[in-house]
């Protein structure tokens, strides 16, 4: 059995289906259905069971799951950098986290767990996922904090030696639709530039960079759940690793791919960043992933240009905009 945790969010529900396309179905959602519409990305793929977090929860603290896992994908967690509710954040983020990580630890299940490239914080210390700089991170908001206590307390505890934290940086593509404005600015893009014919991007509010001149580490979610699979397949593998393209490339390059995409004239506006995310906004981030290579993962990765077009051919464009595991990989 393998149990996703956070399994019908964005990138876990990719997960699934990229592990139906290897054959794998005896899968455990773990997850939280409230009002919305997260459901549809279960719909088309192959899973065992779902469980609901808290019952999940109770179950690990009694020791009391139905089967034991071969490996746990906890994946869930609250996203928002905006979420103000510290405590929420630290029961849902940090204290979950170490609790299910003791427990795979103490029965030898292979324990991958997503971490974040929020946790490098401006970027003061740069985005090497050498574990000597981690106590030197500046995370700039609550849910960075939250995610990055976590890495710090498995250091500490030596538990890095045996399970892999993924610090996963700008993805996006198919199953994020139900994120509201958590959405990747791909996906806003798109839905801008239909509606629209134009793209509203941030203005720049520091000295030297451009507006649109704002740079990420943007990661088609294809080969995200690749790299995060890569850790299942390779259990010697353990640590921190950045999970991203390797590339930074700007707003403005972004918003060109996505009018050219669409086959629309260019037309960005820019508009001022609110006041309050000023001082807390990650003007550049871009993954060093020589670790990930060095470790054995040989995968081409999507370049900006052939994930926005698959991104918005493949998916955006047609009715059904959902992975399938019966389809040719599409």
């Known amino acids: 059995m393998i149990v996703v945790t956070g399994g019908a969010g964005f990138i876990g529900s990719a997960l699934i289906w990229a592990l139906n396309k290897r054959g794998f179905d005896d899968i455990l959602v773990v997850d939280r259905f409230l ?3 997260k459901w549809l990305n279960l719909r088309n793929l192959n899973i065992y069971d779902y469980m609901d977090k808290e019952i999940f929860r109770q179950k690990i603290h009694g020791g009391r799951l ?3 896992p071969e490996v746990i994908f906890h994946l869930g967690a609250c996203s928002a950098t905006t979420e103000t509710d510290m405590g929420y954040l630290m029961d849902n983020n940090y204290n979950y986290t170490r609790e299910l990580a003791s427990f ?10 997503a971490s974040s490239a929020a946790t ?9 996922d050498n574990e000597e700089q981690l106590s030197r991170l500046k995370p700039l908001n609550k849910y960075a904090y939250s995610k990055h206590l976590f890495d710090i307390h498995a250091q500490k505890n030596d538990w890095l030696k045996q399970i892999a934290g993924l610090k996963y940086f700008n993805v996006y593509g198919p199953h994020e639709y139900h994120k509201g404005d958590m959405r990747s600015v791909i996906h806003k893009s798109f839905g801008q530039a239909k509606k629209d014919g134009e793209i509203r991007l941030f203005k720049s509010h520091r000295e030297g960079i451009e507006h649109g ?5 943007f990661l088609y979610v294809k080969d995200a759940v ?3 699979l890569f850790f299942m397949e390779n259990t010697d593998v353990s640590g921190i690793f950045n999970v991203g393209r390797g590339k930074a490339r700007s707003f403005a390059d972004l918003a ?31 993954a060093n992933i020589e670790k990930i290579r060095a470790a054995g993962f040989d995968g081409e990765l999507h370049s900006l240009e052939a994930g926005v077009e698959d991104y918005i051919k493949t998916y955006l464009f047609k009715d059904e905009p959902y992975l399938k595991v019966n389809n040719s990989g599409k």
């Open 35 to 37: 009002e919305g519409e």
């Open 66 to 68: 139905p089967a034991r």
């Open 104 to 113: 795979s630890l103490e029965r030898d299940i292979r324990f991958i767990y």
């Open 120 to 128: 490098y914080g401006a970027g003061e210390e740069g985005y090497d």
């Open 213 to 217: 001149m704002q740079k990420r580490d």
């Open 226 to 228: 690749e790299m995060t």
């Open 256 to 286: 060109e791919n996505v009018f050219k995409t669409m086959n629309l004239p260019e037309n960005i506006v820019y508009f001022d960043m609110p006041e309050e995310i000023r001082d807390r906004y990650q003007y550049y981030t871009e």
